[in-house]
């Protein structure tokens, strides 16, 4: 009988993979196959340039070298335009995007069955820091997550009866935003629209979950109260 792959969960890489991913950071990596799944919670980056760096092809190398499966979620900071040419494949239960070998785009309102567990995946994020982008070059208008991922989204959940292990997100709803960014950022909170959505979501789906985890506000931030959420960056977690 073929043993069931482990899945473990980190935050943003920002097209540079290395100090989260590397064996001194994520030591459990010696013991796994391509089997196991490392999940990345948004903001890739390693499709950012319409003709591929060196560097980006040196990333995504080291990647596919590795001793496990990346899979990823978008975040904000991702040239969605390449994401959407992505070639794709049936993997986990569902369609996902081809990014290299064995790395894989999990795309927006999709519920995937990865190694025993039903995980639904809902990246998007919407981008504080427009004042130093350009639309098109280093920012790009699929960045929000709309009404129409909800819908899907909706749809997903209902297909599996309402009740998943896991719901990934880039960002997280306000319920859950509003405690995991920088203490010193808290005070200046405001909702963005891709954070209502994601609250639409947990209040009108009807979806049950065991946690759910996200990116985007670089901390490392467990739920104090419920143990309901995680917020990850550089840290890589076993779920």
């Given at each position: 009988?073929?043993?069931?792959?482990?899945?473990?969960?980190?935050?943003?890489?920002?097209?540079?993979?290395?100090?989260?991913?590397?064996?001194k950071?994520?030591?459990?990596?010696?013991?796994?196959?391509k089997?196991?799944?490392v999940?990345?919670?948004?903001?890739?980056?390693?499709f950012?340039?319409?003709?591929?760096?060196?560097?980006?092809?040196?990333?995504?190398?080291?990647?596919?070298?590795?001793?496990?499966?990346?899979?990823?979620?978008?975040?904000?900071?991702?040239?969605?335009?390449?994401?959407?040419n992505?070639?794709?494949?049936?993997l986990?239960?569902?369609?996902v995007?081809?990014?290299?070998?064995?790395?894989?785009?999990?795309?927006?309102?999709?519920?995937?069955?990865?190694?025993g567990?039903k995980?639904l995946?809902?990246?998007?994020?919407?981008?504080?820091?427009?004042?130093?982008?350009?639309?098109?070059?280093?920012?790009?208008t699929?960045e929000?997550i709309?009404?129409r991922?909800i819908?899907?989204?909706?749809?997903?959940?209902q297909?599996?009866?309402?009740?998943?292990?896991?719901?990934?997100?880039?960002?997280?709803?306000i319920?859950?935003a509003?405690?995991?960014?920088?203490?010193?950022?808290?005070?200046?909170?405001?909702p963005?629209?891709?954070e209502?959505q994601l609250?639409?979501?947990?209040n009108?789906?009807g979806?049950?979950?065991?946690?759910?985890?996200?990116?985007?506000?670089?901390?490392?931030?467990?739920?104090?109260?419920m143990g309901?959420?995680?917020?990850?960056?550089h840290?890589?977690v076993?779920?």
């Amino acid at each position: 009988m073929k043993k069931q792959g482990r899945i473990f969960v980190t935050g943003d890489i920002h097209g540079n993979p290395i100090q989260s991913l590397s064996t001194k950071n994520f030591s459990a990596q010696k013991e796994l196959t391509k089997n196991d799944v490392v999940i990345i919670l948004g903001d890739f980056g390693l499709f950012w340039s319409y003709r591929r760096t060196r560097e980006e092809s040196y990333f995504l190398k080291w990647l596919d070298d590795r001793n496990f499966t990346t899979c990823f979620i978008d975040g904000n900071h991702e040239n969605a335009d390449l994401l959407d040419n992505l070639q794709e494949k049936e993997l986990y239960g569902n369609r996902v995007g081809i990014a290299s070998h064995s790395i894989f785009h999990l795309k927006r309102g999709i519920v995937y069955r990865i190694n025993g567990r039903k995980i639904l995946t809902l990246g998007g994020a919407h981008s504080h820091d427009r004042v130093y982008r350009k639309w098109g070059e280093s920012m790009w208008t699929q960045e929000e997550i709309t009404d129409r991922d909800i819908k899907k989204a909706e749809k997903a959940i209902q297909d599996v009866g309402f009740e998943v292990d896991y719901i990934m997100t880039h960002c997280a709803p306000i319920e859950y935003a509003k405690y995991a960014m920088p203490k010193d950022m808290m005070g200046d909170y405001m909702p963005d629209g891709s954070e209502e959505q994601l609250s639409i979501l947990k209040n009108t789906s009807g979806v049950e979950f065991k946690k759910w985890l996200f990116g985007h506000y670089h901390t490392n931030t467990t739920d104090p109260f419920m143990g309901q959420w995680q917020c990850l960056y550089h840290n890589v977690v076993e779920i």
